[in-house]
T-cell receptor, first 112, second 111 residues
Framework: GQQLNQSPQSMFIQEGEDVSMNCTSS?????WLWYKQDPGEGPVLLIA?????ELTSNGRLTAQFGITRKDSFLNISASIPSDVGIYFC????????????FGAGTRLTVKP | DTEVTQTPKHLVMGMTNKKSLKCEQH?????MYWYKQKAKKPPELMFV???????INESVPSRFSPECPNSSLLNLHLHALQPEDSALYLC??????????FGSGTQLSVL
């Protein structure tokens, strides 16, 4: 199946700083999603993107669907301690039965 | 109600045991999924049910047996598991294959 390359693998930041992470693929996607997962819990959907170029915000979070349809980024502004967790990008494509595939995740640590 | 409910939260079983994981959603979603997640790894797709029929089986060993009794329920029957099957098992549902909503998972330990 298609590979999603997510970076960075981990980030250590100070409270109040902005964060940026991204996902790329060698194939195009119809849908990009961003999830956050806390330890021992299931992933929680943060933002869903459906159109190339689409820019969507959810509070302090902003995500974009790349123009080429092969990438997406997630920004978190003014980070707070509860932003700690693992962030996953996920994508689906019509040519793969719209199955959702996940990036490897970005582990975010926020120091108070 | 946007919840996907999974039980049990934790499960410890021996290699000769038979157990079942349960999942329930009341969002009217047409598709339900089982994912397996090892520590520090992304979720890996195991099975997909669409309109209560198994549509995808990602070459999962037969010791994992899914069942979809109705459109709201999804089970995963476990038998003769191996220690390497220990993982977080996640259930998810979706209406349109474009957004997955996950349960909080069952943390399984096989001794």
């Amino acid at each position: 199946g298609q590979q999603l390359n997510q970076s960075p693998q981990s980030m250590f930041i100070q409270e109040g700083e902005d964060v940026s992470m991204n996902c790329t693929s060698s194939s195009i996607f119809n849908t990009w999603l961003w999830y956050k997962q806390d330890p021992g819990e299931g992933p929680v959907l943060l933002i869903a993107l459906y159109k190339a170029g689409e820019l969507t915000s959810n509070g302090r979070l902003t995500a974009q669907f790349g123009i080429t349809r092969k990438d997406s980024f997630l920004n978190i502004s003014a980070s707070i301690p509860s932003d700690v967790g693992i962030y996953f990008c996920a994508g689906s494509a019509w040519y793969n039965n719209n199955d959702m595939r996940f990036g490897a995740g970005t582990r975010l640590t926020v120091k108070p | 109600d946007t919840e996907v409910t999974q039980t049990p939260k934790h499960l410890v079983m021996g290699m000769t045991n038979k157990k079942s994981l349960k999942c329930e959603q009341h969002m009217g979603h047409r598709a339900m999924y089982w994912y397996k997640q090892k520590a520090k790894k992304p979720p890996e797709l195991m099975f997909v049910y669409s309109y209560e029929k198994l549509s995808i089986n990602e070459s999962v060993p037969s010791r994992f047996s899914p069942e979809c009794p109705n459109s709201s329920l999804l089970n995963l029957h476990l038998h003769a598991l191996q220690p390497e099957d220990s993982a977080l098992y996640l259930c998810a549902s979706s209406q349109d294959s474009e957004k997955l909503f996950f349960g909080s998972g069952t943390q399984l330990s096989v001794l």
